[in-house]
């Protein structure tokens, strides 16, 4: 199993006790919530029903007060304190959570409006001095009937209500040891796991790193006699495979180096590649110095000539000396241009920012667009942002790719555009001018048939995009302007 995959099977393990953590947390939190409301409810089912009992035990206090004749204004006092009951009674029934619940308020609510009929009654009959009559209501109907029927169902409610409470209580209890258990053993797995993870980035990560990083100094101290375990199928083992050859073959070209040989030539050329670099860098800066003293002295012999205004010179001569001084300045440009991409062959990829790219690139260029008054158009999209590419190389193609615009507009004047977008997963690089163009343009034949146009570089330009993996294309036309695109693979990897 390679290092990804264990990784990820550890990370998701953990990723998955914490979906369990999260789950249980908040199935704990909804059920202790439902029924903590539950019961709040039950407790005030039970308060009001209690005080519904209450008041009208005391409103019916005042029925045998009338029919005694002790409280003329029982009727009134009754109405005062069955009021409250009422009130409570409306509430109460709001408060029913099931059938059962709502078929108790139905119930109580048919012997709550039986009862109080029946002690309107009883006040009628005291009004019209009826009084052997409404205490026969009272002591018959009222108390042994009616009352006792309402006390009957609301007593039921209550202890209704209350074994209601129990049942929650205890599965609230129950909800409550279930999330203890469960959270219990995620946090015993959480704790394994995570001591597993610490054991495996000790063993597995850890030592085998610091082995590398031995290696490597040793290696670069000159011990070529060395070798790493090579024996796993990670991507620590691919590495160490690779190491073990880096380290054999270099090995035996610093030995073919020591003993000579046909093949010495070559292996210290193999082995030493990388100062052929700096070398052609020498030789070019020469070559340039040399350049730049020629040419002094061809324009110090054209001056010379001017001044002396010789007549007789043959204009012959002089074609031909402004023809090699043209040659030379292409020649220096174009041992510039080199120096400048530094060899296409080797790229260095990195995370780059592709809109400072551009600016980078367009201000090289400012002091030029301002004095020739040439406009300039930079659109860069919303989406391109990063990039993963050469960013030195990448710069200097796309000032080639500005220069040879320049170049080819006039010398006061002309338009040039640069945009950057994307499509698909590549990014396009765009350059355009409206200067003189040439038709059936090609990126093959640019260098031969542009020649004398200053339309040069372009090819180094294509190959800087070609070794990014990327296209690059040229469509101009006579009069019209040239477009030149870079495709460049998007790859914000590295």
Not at 54 to 76: L, Y
Not at 157 to 163: F, G, N, T
Not at 434 to 440: E, F, L, T, V
């Amino acid at each position: 199993m390679n290092l990804r995959r264990k990784l990820l099977t550890v990370f998701g393990a953990l990723a998955l006790l914490s979906l369990v953590t999260a789950a249980v947390t908040l199935w704990t939190i909804s059920s202790w919530t439902r029924t903590s409301t539950a019961t709040e409810n039950h407790y005030q089912r039970s308060l009001l029903l209690q005080r519904i009992r209450a008041s009208t035990f005391r409103a019916f206090k005042e029925v045998p007060d009338a029919v005694t004749g002790d409280d003329p204004d029982s009727d009134v006092e009754f109405d005062e304190y069955i009021q409250p009951a009422k009130e409570d009674f409306e509430i109460w029934a709001r408060l029913a959570e099931d059938d059962a619940e709502r078929e108790q308020v139905r119930q109580i609510r048919e012997a709550f409006e039986v009862l109080e009929a029946t002690a309107k009654e009883t006040f009628a009959l005291v009004k019209q001095n009826r009084f052997k009559e409404a205490s026969v209501l009272m002591e018959g109907k009222l108390e042994d009937n009616d009352f006792e029927n309402f006390n009957r169902l609301s007593a039921e409610a209550v202890a209704s209500d209350r074994a209601k409470r129990e049942v929650i209580r205890a599965t609230n209890e129950n909800t409550r040891r279930t999330a203890r258990i469960v959270l219990a053993v995620v946090a015993f797995g959480t704790i394994s796991l995570v001591l597993l993870l610490a054991a495996y980035l000790a063993s597995d990560l850890f030592k085998p790193l610091e082995e590398l990083k031995q290696a490597l100094k040793r290696t670069a101290e000159g011990d070529y006699n060395q070798e790493l375990h090579d024996s796993r199928e990670d991507e620590f083992g691919a590495v160490n495979r690779a190491f073990n050859q880096m380290v054999k073959t270099i090995a035996r070209r610093v030995k073919l180096a020591g003993d000579g040989g046909e093949d010495a030539e070559n292996a210290e050329l193999g082995f030493n590649s990388f100062t052929s670099k700096m070398t052609i860098h020498k030789l070019v800066a020469q070559m340039r110095l040399r350049i730049m003293e020629l040419d002094s002295k061809l324009n110090q012999t054209k001056t010379k000539i001017a001044e002396d205004k010789e007549e007789d010179a043959p204009q012959a001569e002089k074609i031909d000396l402004d023809a090699l001084v043209e040659n030379l300045e292409n020649l220096s440009q174009a041992i510039t241009r080199v120096i400048d991409f530094s060899f296409p062959l080797d790229i260095t990829l990195s995370k780059t920012d592709v809109r400072a790219l551009l600016y980078d690139a367009l201000l090289r260029f400012h002091d030029e667009l301002s004095a020739r008054g040439i406009s300039f158009e930079l659109e860069v999209d919303r989406e391109v942002k990063y990039a993963t590419l050469d960013h030195l190389k990448i710069r200097e193609a796309v000032s080639e790719l500005i220069r040879n615009a320049l170049k080819a507009l006039p010398d006061a004047g002309g338009k040039i555009g640069l945009r950057a977008r994307l499509k698909d997963t590549d990014l396009l690089i765009e350059v355009a001018d409206n200067g003189a163009g040439a038709d059936n343009l090609s990126l093959d034949e640019i260098d031969i048939k542009r020649r004398r146009d200053y339309r040069t570089g372009l090819r180094l330009t294509k190959a800087i995009v070609e070794q990014h993996g990327g296209k690059m294309k040229i469509n101009s036309e006579s009069g019209e302007g040239t477009f030149v695109q870079m495709s460049l693979p998007l790859r914000l990897e590295a």
